[in-house]
Every structure is written in structure tokens, then in C-alpha cells.
């Protein structure tokens, strides 16, 4: 008998080939396998599904996973699992949370939505060299209520074609919740996105398009119109990994995550 | 002629062998004064007077320095300082602001008071691994009102001794205007310290003192009585740098900066 186990995480993913693994890669998927068999004393690394399978450099606070293991380890090691964790993993991965999923509960397919932060400072009086692990500088200022109008004509259920690196076999329509830019109390610029799920280097992609309108050399209706152009545009740059942060992950009530799991992934495949 | 310069900047302590320039050694005062060199085009590397010398490991986010350069190339060089200096500084250190400073400004002795915190991360639920280098892992949980208990006993002139490197040239007695603990939004356990200035080590051996209340190992009078004893006591263990952080420092008005200097001055040396 196997139980099905939910694991909250953070990651700072500087050191990492990313969360998939890959042979001869440090990856955040095998690295937390290991400390799992290792943990809960299981005869096998177990396998991961992830809510968001971030790239190399891609951070992570509020990453969702989860793992079916047999239930006499885990019943014998639940208690202690956390703390042990903390000890067995290496400093650049933390796990939160780990515990029991509710019925129906996938990882990946019963989440409602994906929340990321991207974090640009362009203000030498606000540069913290603590935080350049996790802030893009960028050399000129920005104007974000431009970026913001910009980011606008983006929200809603759009084909994102123009901000994804195509794979034939998928669908790039995404419906895109939020895109807009604020100031921390640092000064710092932060763009807070919601999608109910995102293509590979969407948010890289989308950022990078809101940059060129911030410091004024296009104007504010260029992204949508990269958008309905529909096809991977050049002139997009997609902005560096490392100011790109998995906040949070939402799932529905306990009593809708097996059917919201059905429906994602019949619309996905 | 030559002008008197402030610099207010921060660093990350990690790769630094301190503030204070020494042989063979990475520092932040080396750094800094060869960079401004470069940027206003002196003739040799400004000597640096700074608020803080804080110790390797430690990071600033208010640090205050002053320099005195020739009026000429400074002059000239003014207007495109800070930007200069953001690319002439390696990413571990960034100035926010250079400006003249005001007449009998003295980084060090003009200083009313400094400013450090002190980060301590106690359990796994709140653990960041994008804050590991400026936050110190505690595995037991701790008990802030216990520590703040103790912490209170502390408060006010004293002879640090216990809490200081002894150096037999110096006054330990110092004004510790305020020692309290709070959880930030995520959770992490934050020191507030604020004193006219620190002795050597002093922050660090403070915290050391609290953290054994905290955990229940030590009764709240604890940290006090050592206080009372007056000399450095073995079982005061200095905790690591990383946590550290010199957040701010503040001076008087500008037509006090002078007295202030004075007075600092006569009761230091």
C-alpha cells in the first residue's frame, strides 16, 4: 500500500540545472528524491510531480510536489520527516511542509494557478548586493506605469505563442490572471504573474517584452501586438533566470481536486 | 584644496575579509577606494573613514564612509559618480549615495548612533534559502519573549567587557540604547541593536547570550549577571557573522556634526 505525500518547498536555484532531472545534473527533483529515501528510509528514490518545473537559475518559495510512498516508512518516519529534512538537504533547498495529500490531489494537475515574482531594480540607491542572487539590475530607469498600461492588453486567455519557445505536440493558449508591476519598500520593481499554468519561459519572455516599454524605447502597445502577431518574435529578449521566483502555488477546496485534475488534463493533452 | 566626500553604500560580507584594508586580503575598504579612484580619475586610492569596520562575514545595508579628494577631479567627475560606480563595483558592493558632505561631518565621530540586525531562522516552515547568507539556521525553536525578557536587563550604559574582545587601550563601556527581538513577515527571528558603538564582537556575543534563553537553556537573568561580572566569560559563544547586518547609522543635524565629533572623540580615546 503507498501513500500519496505533498511536500511544500523553497529552493534557491542558482546552484541547480533546475527542477527536472537530468544525468550528470544537479537538479532540485534529485537532490529532494534522495533526501526523501534517505529521510523516510525507502528502498528507492522516489519519483516527483511538481507544480512548476522551473529552469536553471529559476528560484522557488512556495514550490508544490508530490510523491506515492509505501505507507510503512512513511508511517514510521512522518513525525520527524521535517526536521530531518533540514538536516538531510543541502542548504540552497528547504522543505516546508510534508504530509499526507488530500484525496485526488496532483501536484501538477489539480493546481488552479501558478504565481511568480520577478524582480528588476534599476535604482542604484536601492541595490542590495544581498538580494543580486534573486534581483535582475537593470542600468536605466523605469517607468512603471507604462509597464503596467503594457502589461494590461496581456491579462485575459490569450494564444502566447509570440512569448513561449514552441513544441508542436502543445497548446500555447494560457489564461494569463494578473501582470502588473509594483515597488517593494526597497524601491525594488517587482512584477507579480498569475496564470492558471504558464509555457516554457513565458514569464522570462513577458518581462523581457515590459523592459523596452519601462525605459520608454517602445511604446505601450508593443506586447499586445507581439500577441496577436502570434508567432516568437526576436526583438523579445528573454530576461535572465535569476530574478524569477515560484511564489506560490493554489489548489481548490479538498472536495474539487480530483475533478480539477481531470479537467487540466484534458484540456493540456 | 580638497573636498570631504559621504558615501553611503552596502555590501555582502561573505566574500570579504572584513571592512578594514589588509595585506593579501579582500576587503570592502580596498574595493571601494580603488573604485573611486578609477570613477573620479584621482591620482591614487582615497584613505576611507567608516562608520562601522564590521568584521569578515558581516554585510552592511547603511554603511557611511567619508573620503577627502582633490576639489578638481571631483568636480569633474560629480554628476556621473553613482552610475559610474555601479559599473565600476564588483556585484557585492553598491554605492546608493556620494555627495559632499556637511561641514565637520566625520563618518566615524560624528556618528550619534548605529544600527545592526541580527537574523536567526528557527524553523523549517520559514526557512529561505535565498536568505541563507544573511540568516543563521537555529534548530531548536526559540522563545522571543524569554530572549526580550533578557534582553531588556542589557539595556542602558554599561561595561560591556563580558560581551567585548578585550583591548587594553580602550573603554568597554557602551550605550546600548536598544536589544529586542520580533518575527518578520516570514517568520524569521530578528534582533533590533542599536548602540552609540560596539566594541569588538559585541553584537555577535550578545546574541550569543540570548540565544540560550531562547531555547530554555539558560534562565532570562542569565545574559545580565554575565554583565555584571564584567569580564569575558567562556560560555558566551560568539555567533557566526553571516546573521549580522549594520542597517543603519545616524548622525545630528548639520550644525551639530562638529560638537559631535568632539565630544565622540574625547570620551573614546
Known amino acids: 500500500m503507498s501513500v500519496?505525500?505533498?511536500?511544500?518547498?523553497?529552493?534557491?536555484?542558482?546552484?541547480?540545472?533546475?527542477?527536472?532531472?537530468?544525468?550528470?545534473?544537479?537538479?532540485?527533483?534529485?537532490?529532494l528524491a534522495q533526501a526523501l529515501e534517505r529521510v523516510l528510509r525507502l528502498a528507492e528514490a522516489p519519483r516527483l510531480?511538481?507544480?512548476?518545473?522551473?529552469?536553471?537559475?529559476?528560484?522557488?518559495?512556495?514550490?508544490?510536489?508530490?510523491a506515492d510512498v509505501p505507507a510503512d516508512p512513511w508511517e514510521a518516519g512522518a513525525g520527524a520527516a521535517l526536521r530531518r529534512l533540514a538536516r538531510a538537504l543541502p542548504p540552497d533547498v528547504r522543505v516546508h511542509r510534508i504530509g499526507p495529500a488530500p484525496d485526488g490531489f496532483d501536484a501538477r494537475f489539480s493546481a488552479l494557478w501558478r504565481r511568480y515574482s520577478y524582480r528588476v531594480c534599476d535604482d542604484p540607491a536601492a541595490a542590495d548586493p544581498l538580494?543580486?542572487?534573486?534581483?535582475?539590475w537593470h542600468p536605466r530607469?523605469?517607468?512603471?506605469?507604462?509597464?503596467?498600461?503594457?502589461?494590461?492588453?496581456?491579462?485575459?486567455?490569450?494564444?502566447?505563442?509570440?512569448?513561449?519557445?514552441?513544441?508542436?505536440?502543445?497548446?500555447?493558449?494560457?489564461?494569463?490572471?494578473?501582470?502588473?508591476?509594483?515597488?517593494?519598500a526597497a524601491g525594488v520593481a517587482v512584477a507579480c504573474v498569475v496564470a492558471d499554468a504558464f509555457c516554457h519561459n513565458m514569464v522570462r519572455a513577458l518581462v523581457g517584452a515590459l523592459l523596452p516599454v519601462g525605459e520608454g524605447s517602445r511604446p505601450p502597445g508593443w506586447p499586445s501586438a507581439l500577441l496577436t502577431a502570434a508567432v516568437r518574435d526576436p526583438a523579445v529578449r528573454v530576461v535572465p533566470p535569476h530574478g524569477l521566483c515560484l511564489e506560490e502555488v493554489r489548489y481548490p477546496e479538498p472536495g474539487q481536486l480530483a475533478r480539477r485534475a481531470a479537467l487540466t488534463r484534458q484540456v493540456r493533452e
Do not use: K
Not at 538580494?131 to 535582475?136: E, F, I, S, V
Open 141 to 184: 530607469g523605469l517607468d512603471l506605469a507604462a509597464m503596467n498600461s503594457a502589461a494590461a492588453g496581456l491579462v485575459g486567455e490569450h494564444d502566447f505563442a509570440t512569448f513561449c519557445r514552441r513544441r508542436d505536440d502543445a497548446t500555447t493558449v494560457r489564461a494569463l490572471r494578473r501582470l502588473d508591476w509594483h515597488r517593494d
Open 4 to 31: 500519496r505525500i505533498r511536500i511544500d518547498l523553497s529552493y534557491d536555484g542558482t546552484g541547480f540545472s533546475g527542477w527536472a532531472a537530468q544525468p550528470g545534473r544537479r537538479t532540485v527533483e534529485d537532490v
Open 49 to 66: 510531480t511538481v507544480a512548476g518545473r522551473t529552469d536553471a537559475g529559476v528560484h522557488a518559495r512556495g514550490q508544490v510536489a508530490h
Open 131 to 136: 538580494r543580486r542572487h534573486d534581483t535582475l
